[in-house]
T-cell receptor
């Protein structure tokens, strides 16, 4: 197993542009999570999927953010009309279904810089 | 709602010395607790987790943590650190049956000096 992969690893964009990130979870993991990490802070939960169903969205996830997981495999996170405050590391994690709490395996992240 | 506080943002220590990274949480219900490590330019890796049972949890790389319900703490310890332990360490909590959403602390930067 190659682990969780994310693409691209880095993205530089201009304010107002749309960006899309992709996450490929560990195969057979039915849960997929998105987190955002800013400099000097711990990761903050954004949203998660159980198979293809998006079960929870954080209040941090404004209307400009949308996530999908078609067919319950890979996931995409799109940010429309990016703002400088969106600059952060976007982390994806996957796990098996619990209970008990299954370990979340994290990808290397996509670092976004909005100019 | 849960929250996690890591009491030290930076911990400098000499090689082969013991270290303790402190973590306190707040929650009105039972929780699961985790420690993750993040090496430079890498994703987070699980060190150890407490789900139930023995309050002393052993993890990878010689780390261990003790769950203290009365003090709502989950401090991470290692008796002798190596240069390679230099990294950012995150404490995290989740509630039972909450879909696994992790709430992280702000992180502690462990710097091991020769």
């Amino acid at each position: 197993d190659t682990g969780v992969s994310q693409n691209p690893r880095h993205k530089i964009t201009k304010r107002g542009q749309n960006v899309t990130f992709r996450c490929d979870p560990i195969s057979e993991h039915n849960r997929l999570y998105w987190y955002r990490q800013t400099l000097g802070q711990g990761p903050e939960f954004l949203t998660y999927f159980q198979n293809e169903a998006q079960l929870e969205k954080s209040r941090l996830l404004s209307d400009r953010f949308s996530a999908e997981r078609p067919k319950g495999s890979f996931s995409t996170l799109e940010i429309q009309r990016t703002e400088q405050g969106d600059s952060a590391m976007y982390l994806c994690a996957s796990s098996l279904d619990g209970p008990p709490q299954e370990t979340q395996y994290f990808g290397p992240g996509t670092r976004l810089l909005v100019l | 709602a849960q929250s996690v506080t890591q009491l030290d943002s930076q911990v400098p220590v000499f090689e082969e010395a013991p270290v303790e990274l402190r973590c306190n949480y707040s929650s009105s219900v039972s929780v699961y607790l985790f420690w993750y490590v993040q090496y430079p330019n890498q994703g987070l890796q699980l060190l150890l987790k407490y789900l139930s049972g023995s309050t002393l949890v052993k993890g990878i790389n010689g780390f261990e943590a003790e769950f203290n319900k009365s003090q709502t703490s989950f401090h991470l310890r290692k008796p002798s650190v190596h240069i390679s332990d230099t990294a950012e360490y995150f404490c995290a909590v989740t509630r039972y049956n909450q879909g696994g959403k992790l709430i992280f602390g702000q992180g502690t930067e462990l710097s091991v000096k020769p």
